[in-house]
């Protein structure tokens, strides 16, 4: 069974728009973490935020913020004031351990 | 700081060939971790060490391919024989595991092309 499902494989946003990229996760264990990469054309993969099971507060970091829902077991990527730059390959991914593991990712588009 | 480095950074081969790829960590990251990301599997954890000794392979494809650790601050990945179905990105990340997410940071990338 999948442990992290990003169920949009493809989206087209128009620039300045705010974006969601959806993601839900399965653990038994009490102690995750999640995050998201970013993988723009050029392939590096660029670490972008992270949050704690037991953090209380929605992580934020500059445009991109994490809408936990724990309950829901889902860890959603907010990007507000979409910019052509934000074109790319987005992973989620979930730590259990020492491992992380990625779902398959979403394609973002910005169009001008 | 310099990021992980690997090297190179594109390998063309004939199949079975070996083929060594080269990773250097972050200095002071204690855990290290390969990938492979093809179109038809993504993302792949193929094996992972902390403090240089090999934690879980079990995403290792097959007895072809081995990975080691001999310090902390240098990792190989072999594959031998190489085949065409090896053809991937094969990524190296590092982590220090006390900091607060144990984000991974990654390395540009080894784009592996077997004809």
Redesign the interface.
């Known amino acids: 069974a999948q442990k992290i499902t990003q169920t949009q494989p493809g989206m087209f946003v128009q620039e300045k728009e705010a974006v969601t990229l959806d993601c839900t996760y399965d653990t038994s264990d009490p102690s995750y973490?999640l995050?998201w990469?970013k993988q723009p054309s050029s392939?590096?993969?660029?670490?972008l935020i992270?949050q704690?099971s037991y953090d209380q507060q929605n992580a934020t970091e500059g445009r991109y913020s994490l809408n936990f829902q724990k309950a829901r077991k889902s860890a959603n990527l907010v990007i507000s004031a979409s910019q052509l730059g934000d074109s790319a390959m987005y992973?989620c991914a979930m730590?259990e351990g020492?491992?992380?593991?990625?779902?398959?990712?979403t394609r973002l588009h910005i169009l001008p | 700081d310099a990021g992980v480095i690997q090297s190179p950074r594109h390998e063309v081969t004939e199949m079975g060939q070996e083929v060594t790829l080269r990773c250097k960590p972050i200095s002071g990251h204690n855990?290290l971790?390969w990938y492979r990301q093809t179109m038809m599997r993504?993302?792949e954890?193929l094996i992972?060490f902390?403090n240089n000794v090999p934690?879980?392979d079990s995403g290792m494809p097959e007895d072809r391919f081995s990975a080691k650790m001999p310090n902390a601050s240098f990792s190989t990945l072999k594959i031998q024989p190489s085949e065409p179905r090896d053809s991937a990105?094969y990524?190296c990340?590092s982590s220090f595991?006390d900091r607060?997410?144990?984000?991974?940071?990654?390395g540009?990338?080894t784009?592996l092309t077997v004809t």
């Open positions: 973490g995050f990469y392939g590096e993969m660029i670490f992270y704690g992973f730590r020492d491992k992380i593991i990625f779902g398959k990712g | 855990s971790f993504g993302l954890l992972y902390n934690i879980d990105v990524f990340a595991p607060v997410g144990y984000e991974q940071y990654f540009p990338g784009r």
